[in-house]
């Protein structure tokens, strides 16, 4: 079971923002980060905890390892508004977090 | 360009049956693990079934587990979801996924917009 917190947050832009997920036990590194806008499918932002994709903004970032892990987004953009989900390969069954809703003020 | 077209959905009654297809572009189908991953209405991401590069092994969400099969043609490029028994539990938006190369133990890269699914009477 992943658990994401929080489950909402209101922010307003340059702010910094900390997500994160913890494990029921231990997924080594395997364990991902998504954003998701109303209307549009996820987007890989993070995998294996901290390797950033292309093409993502250098202001996301992914750390840690075992059972706690944490999506960092310094500099928040209004764009950035959306749902973050992690989402752990380690074990059958696959599982998302519950998802963190961003709201921009 | 990688492309994830999915099919097939739609209103169906409780107890019924739908098959999902999804269509790939872009990239040699036979290489990648595929996910169907599913979202109800305002909800969050629900990982349903996997199926490996070349079909030999499938896995399941227990919710689903004996009521849907996952299945592949490579050579058509198309990924299939056969959904029996639907309840309205099933009624979701339901994403064909790629995985990256490597295994079902990878993240996912390419997402499909997805093909709603009512279980409704």
């Known amino acids: 079971v992943l658990t994401q917190s929080p489950d909402f947050q209101s922010v307003t832009p340059n702010e910094k923002v900390t997500i994160t997920c913890r494990a029921s036990?231990?997924?080594?590194?395997?364990l991902h980060w998504y954003q998701q806008k109303p209307g549009q499918s996820p987007k890989l932002l993070i995998k294996?905890?901290?390797q950033s994709m292309s093409g993502v903004p250098s202001r996301f970032s992914g750390s840690g390892s075992g059972t706690d892990f944490t999506l960092t987004i310094n500099s928040l953009e209004a764009e950035d508004a959306a749902t973050y989900y992690c989402?752990?390969?380690?074990?059958?069954?696959?599982?998302f977090g519950q998802g963190t809703r961003l709201e921009i003020k | 360009e990688v492309q994830l077209v999915e099919s097939g959905g739609g209103l169906v009654q409780p107890g019924g049956s739908l098959r999902l297809s999804c269509a790939a572009s872009?990239?040699?189908?036979?290489?990648?693990?595929m996910y169907w991953v599913r979202q109800a209405p305002g909800k969050g991401l629900v990982w349903v079934s996997g199926?490996?590069?070349?079909?030999?092994?499938?896995t399941y969400a227990d919710s689903v587990k004996g009521r849907f099969t996952i299945s592949r043609d490579n050579a058509k490029n198309t990924l299939y979801l056969q959904m029996n028994s639907l309840g309205a539990e099933d009624t979701a938006v339901y994403h064909c996924?790629?995985?990256?190369?490597?295994?079902?133990?990878?993240?996912?890269?390419?997402w499909g917009q997805g093909t709603l699914v009512t279980v409704s009477s």
């Open positions: 199926i490996n590069n070349d079909g030999s092994s499938t």
């Open positions: 872009g990239f040699t189908l036979s290489n990648y693990w």
């Open positions: 294996f905890a901290s």
């Open positions: 989402h752990q390969s380690s074990s059958l069954p696959i599982t």
């Open positions: 036990q231990s997924i080594g590194g395997t």
């Open positions: 996924v790629r995985v990256l190369p490597g295994g079902y133990d990878s993240a996912t890269d390419y």
